[in-house]
């Protein structure tokens, strides 16, 4: 087994532990990044195909809003970014038709979601604010919204940070041209620039540590280090599949509470854009489709519109998505196939025979990811500190699920919070001079 020593060892090369070890490493730092899979980016999975010639988006592809660290680091990669526009269209039994917003007959939610002051499960308040008849499509939407966008379970999240996203003003949403790799090869490379070592295709086992003095195993090496920073996914942690020696009770609890979501997200390639032949789709004019949304088994679609593709991607979030967990890719497609035939009344051969290329990832069977995003919970936050707080000031933990905020679960989050653990760490650095190490 190889022995390194270093002043701060970083687990995991998402874009929170990339974040952490470009702020770090210009402090003067010497930054090792040990990362279980072959490559930097994490949740940013981004695959060019070369057969197609496609880029494909598998993780992390939207921008969620005017976003400041995001955008700053893709100003500074030079990487370009389009709003996303276009027309959003449901899949009623009457056929396609038009819709106005994300939720329809917003206005009777609204006054429901300002006047609520103490929170609750989303479920509670759908079962205590929108009973009756008259509201069972509202049920049903507001159901599908918190686990289809955030991936939630809707037993258990809250329904203040549902209200602030909803009741909030509507942020624009982008892409990246060449997607969030733009982003990942930027962090990576700015790092290696700044001394930062990595060591890609290394699951970290095993964690010793005491004050400023920490062993992390992986089975080739044995980094030694005075300061540590956890960035795996809350998924990771809750599995506890990282043994830390002594052992964190107190976090390990933290992490549990909170909420991590799951998700099915499949990109299919067509030979020609199907969607935008009025006489394939029921006379309607979907040239300008953004996103489609139905009761289908994968209910969600979006096209790249504005950009030229011939690429749909099916999503589905929350439980429903966790129960697919063991679902193979061809089941998947299987399923992401019969949705459009029934979405679009097409033949059933039809798509088969159209299809050129299929992608999706499993990110809750990865077992360095166990699933796809964070989602708040009822005092999350309360549990959100406890993971906030340095173990020693030496045993840290960033990632988007230490987030608190309107950006919990995206890159922003992730990036916020690898920034925040890394000012922590170069203080406590200032505040504890003496160092005890071997
Ligand atoms: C399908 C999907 C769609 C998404 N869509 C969007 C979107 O459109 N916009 C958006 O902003 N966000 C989106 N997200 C969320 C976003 O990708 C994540 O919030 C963000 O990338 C998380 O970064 P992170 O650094 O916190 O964690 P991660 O990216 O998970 O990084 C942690 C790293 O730790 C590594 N690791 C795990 N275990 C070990 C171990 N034992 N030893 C060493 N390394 C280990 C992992 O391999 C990983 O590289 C999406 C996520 C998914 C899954």
Not at 143 to 172: I, K, V
Not at 228 to 244: A, E, H, M, N, P
Not at 345 to 369: I, M, T, V
Request: net charge negative; with cysteine.
């Amino acid at each position: 087994m190889t022995k390194a020593q270093f002043d701060i060892v970083i687990v995991g090369a998402g874009a929170a532990g990339l974040m952490a070890a470009i702020e770090l490493s210009s402090a003067g730092k010497r930054v090792a990044v040990v990362e279980a899979t072959s490559r930097t980016g994490g949740r940013m999975l981004c695959v060019q195909d070369k057969d197609t010639g496609t880029l494909v988006q598998l993780g992390a592809e939207f921008v969620h809003g005017s976003l400041p660290l995001t955008q700053s680091l893709l100003q500074q990669a030079g990487a370009t970014t389009h709003q996303i526009e276009g027309s959003i269209w449901q899949r009623k039994e009457a056929g396609l038709q038009p819709q106005q917003d994300f939720i329809e007959g917003y206005d009777i939610l609204e006054p429901k979601l300002k006047a609520v002051t103490t929170d609750l499960p989303v479920q509670e308040f759908i079962q205590r604010q929108l009973a009756g008849p008259q509201c069972a499509n509202m049920r049903q939407e507001v159901q599908d919204y918190a686990e289809g966008y955030y991936a939630a379970d809707t037993n258990r999240s809250s329904t203040l940070a549902l209200a602030e996203e909803l009741t909030g003003d509507d942020q624009p949403q982008y892409r990246i041209e060449g997607g969030y790799l733009q982003l990942a090869q930027y962090m990576e490379a700015q790092c290696r620039e700044k001394g930062v070592q990595f060591f890609l295709g290394q699951p970290v086992e095993q964690i010793d540590w005491q004050r400023e003095n920490v062993s992390v195993t992986t089975d080739k090496t044995l980094f030694k280090c005075s300061q540590l920073l956890v960035t795996v996914s809350l998924g990771v942690l809750q599995s506890g599949s990282i043994k830390f020696v002594p052992a964190l009770p107190q976090y390990d609890a933290a992490a549990k509470a909170l909420g991590y979501g799951h998700v099915v997200k499949i990109n299919l390639l067509f030979r020609q854009a199907f969607w935008k032949r009025s006489t394939l789709v029921g006379g309607q004019n979907l040239a300008d489709l953004q996103f489609l949304f139905s009761e289908e088994s994968i209910p969600t679609w979006w096209s790249q519109h504005p950009l030229n593709t011939n690429i749909l991607t099916g999503w589905l979030g929350g439980p429903k998505a966790q129960a697919l967990q063991h679902a193979s890719h061809d089941e998947l497609l299987q399923l992401a196939l019969s949705s459009l035939t029934k979405i679009f009344d097409l033949e059933p051969a039809y798509l088969w025979q159209d299809l050129k290329a299929a992608w999706s990832h499993n990110w809750s069977a990865d077992p360095f990811f166990h699933g796809a995003y964070s989602y708040e919970v009822v005092d999350g936050a309360t549990h959100q500190k406890t993971l906030q707080q340095p173990a020693e000031h030496t045993v840290y933990f960033a990632g988007e699920a230490l987030h608190h905020g309107p950006e919990l679960g995206t890159v922003e989050a992730a990036l916020q919070s690898g920034k925040q653990a890394a000012a922590a760490m170069l203080s406590a650095g200032n505040e504890v001079p003496e160092t005890t190490g071997q």
